[in-house]
């Protein structure tokens, strides 16, 4: 490429040379079966449990929302694929090289709650894991402001530190790591199956036992006001990986090797990790007279040697997904805001650093915050921004990038001033019907008045938000194009 502007390239940030696309569609669906089977997916099928589906409800409704997440995946990642660039630099396509700062921090934003949600639950896995050894809650005392115990927050911190001796190790450990542990994480849901079926008497107990929907149930007649917006935080939840996959995709040898691998390593392992969450779940309403929807609860209720084994196994899978699926994309879109100062390293440390400022417990308190407020939530500033990449790279430019203009200030992508118009307004318009519905969600006791029409528009956030983004960022463009006489 001729040479870029010192202001917008680094060398984390060029595009990929032959040398580096080494990976090959197995890695591909490896780092997949990692980053899925994790705590917080699992959580996903549990807590539909948990609000009262039926277990064939819950697993549909995950595989569902997965399929629909992957179109995006697929699309965005071709451009990875083909071109060599990473997310932040990507969206200078359709925002301009200033204007490429805002879904970059958007997106990182998203992924530092995500990362410090992690860490959490690895921090709480080593202290369960501790508490199991000792015969005692090693929770601790309250701290005030805070609101959790003081062995919480030592173990919350522990993991954290632990987690940052794999920043400087880039992506080449995480494709390592994820390759090698994905087979062991088969075996531990293999036997969470298992103990499942041992204590609810086999499968038929935990598959008969009705919905809360049904005639006479305690949700009865509600099940679409619960499903759709499910529906969405199943999108929702990969919704910023469907941004920054070309973070992954860049290092593809060939285009069918981020095609196939994600193919198979996203909607398979999601469908099958919801089952083994289903299971698991049912029993323990069957067990314990309650779903326990979290599997580190879960784990220390039952207790034993195996108990340790397994604990210790979900420390190093939260390291395993925390490090791909929420530290890789952050660093790059941070080292983008100033590629001359903030290497990916850096962008790293900085990541990190929110995540634990952002007081992630927060944001698991309850089922109810962490599929409606917070997936659906950020799905609601994320699809816009899928919406706008996708008809810009596939319908607009017909996948053909200027991929030297995308490190000058001067070249094809510095609309005026390297802001484009068409992108944020269409980013305003997309975000914007779904704003009330989100406040109502998140502050019911200020924002109660909001009207039913505005609530049930914000059950479909992502969709409406990448359709509207969508059309008016073409129609916008199409103007544009139009008036230059191209």
Partial sequence: MSAPDRDLWNQDLAPTGEAQRTWRWWHFAALWLGMVICVPAYMLASGL???????????????????????????????????????????????????????AVARAVVACGWYGIQTWIGGGALLTLLGVIMGRSLVGAPIPLLGIGVGQLLSFLAFWGIQLLFVTKGLTAVRRLETWTAPIKLVICALMVWWAMDKAGGLGPI?????????????????????????????????????????????????????LGQAIGLPIPMGLLALVSVITTSATVIVFGKAVWDPV???????????????????????????????????????????????????????AGIGVLIMPWKLLETTQGYIFVWLVGYGALLGPIAGILIVDYWLLRKTVLAVDDLYAKD??????????????????????????????????????????????????????????????YWGMMRVSVGRRGE
């Fill in 411 to 472: 070249g094809a992508y510095a609309y005026r001033g390297g802001w484009n118009p068409a992108a944020l307004a269409a980013l305003a318009v997309g975000v914007a019907p779904n704003l009330p519905g989100f406040l109502a969600s998140a502050a019911p006791h200020l924002f109660g008045g909001v009207g039913a029409f505005w609530t049930g528009l914000y059950t479909y956030a992502w969709f409406v938000g990448l359709g509207l983004a969508g059309a008016v």
């Fill in 49 to 103: 449990i948990e609000q009262g589906m039926s277990a064939g409800q819950a697993v549909a409704t995950v595989l569902l929302g997965n399929l629909v997440v992957l179109v995006p995946m697929l699309l965005i990642g071709h451009a990875g694929a083909r071109h060599g660039v990473p997310y932040a630099v990507l969206a200078r396509a359709s925002f301009g090289w200033k204007g490429a700062r805002i879904p």
């Fill in 297 to 351: 609860q879960l784990a220390g209720d039952i207790g034993g040697v195996a108990v340790v084994i397994g604990l210790l196994i979900i420390s190093l899978d939260t390291v395993c997904c925390n490090i791909a699926a929420n530290l890789v994309g952050p660093a790059y879109d941070f080292s983008a805001l100033w590629p001359s100062k903030i290497t990916y390293r850096i962008g790293g440390w900085i990541t």
């Fill in 207 to 259: 598959f008969h036992q009705p919905s809360a929907f049904v005639d006479g149930g305690p949700k009865a007649g509600q099940f679409w006001s619960v499903f759709v917006p499910a529906l969405t935080a199943m999108v929702g939840f990969w919704a910023t990986l469907a941004l920054n996959i070309p973070d992954f995709t860049r290092f593809a040898k060939r285009q069918t090797d981020q095609i």
